[in-house]
């Protein structure tokens, strides 16, 4: 018997924050939810922040993804975008980690390449390509809820082929042991 198994893509932001649900039988991709998180009615960012966390423990909560894979940030011109877009990942990672939840993280141009073959497509052509392949009627408004899909359905074409980050408290402390104070 084929095991579903259920990945949530997660693309971290500071104003938006795109996710993306799928389950996986065999082969047989099939989308379940994906949408945005709207952070910029928040004032400040530590709310922001609080806000990326819940939403994602709630996502955790209803789905029970088996695993969770991001977008890992790109370097950018702005030092302080790069350090709250950083922020972003890193409590969305918590929030996963909060739940035993496996996490691993994907470099911007892997996820594309993994979707389209091409490492330098635009949202749009990831956007198509997902539409196809998990039947999508409609490209959303925000692009950030593909851009999400587009890191699940990566980590399933990788499957899990890549450097994993800790998949637990309690194993990134056996890890790290010196990490623990």
Same mark, same amino acid.
């Given at each position: 018997m084929v095991k579903e198994k259920i990945i949530l893509g997660l693309d971290p932001g500071t104003t938006v924050m795109g996710y993306g649900i799928?389950? +996986?039988?065999?082969?047989?991709?099939s989308l379940l939810q994906y949408g945005v998180i709207h952070l910029s009615k928040y004032e400040g960012h530590e709310l922001k922040l609080k806000k990326i966390f819940d939403r994602v423990l709630n996502l955790v909560d209803?789905?029970?993804?088996?695993e969770v894979a991001l977008e890992a940030p790109f370097y950018g011109k702005n030092v302080q975008s790069m350090l709250k877009l950083g922020r972003a990942q890193g409590v969305a990672m918590s929030a996963a980690l909060y739940r035993e939840v496996p996490i +691993?993280?994907?470099?911007p141009k892997k996820v594309k390449q993994s979707v389209t073959g091409n490492?330098?497509?635009?949202k749009e052509q990831v956007a198509k390509m997902l539409m196809?392949?998990?039947?999508?009627k409609e490209l959303p408004k925000l692009l950030d809820a593909t851009d999400a899909l587009?890191?699940?359905v990566c980590h399933h074409f990788q499957k899990g082929k890549t450097t994993k980050t800790?998949?637990?408290?309690?194993?990134f402390l056996k890890?790290?042991?010196h990490r623990l104070q």
């Open positions: 799928i389950s +996986v039988t065999g082969s047989k991709l209803e789905y029970h993804p088996d +691993v993280e994907y470099a490492g330098n497509a635009s196809t392949m998990l039947s999508i587009a890191v699940a800790a998949g637990s408290w309690t194993s890890e790290n042991p």
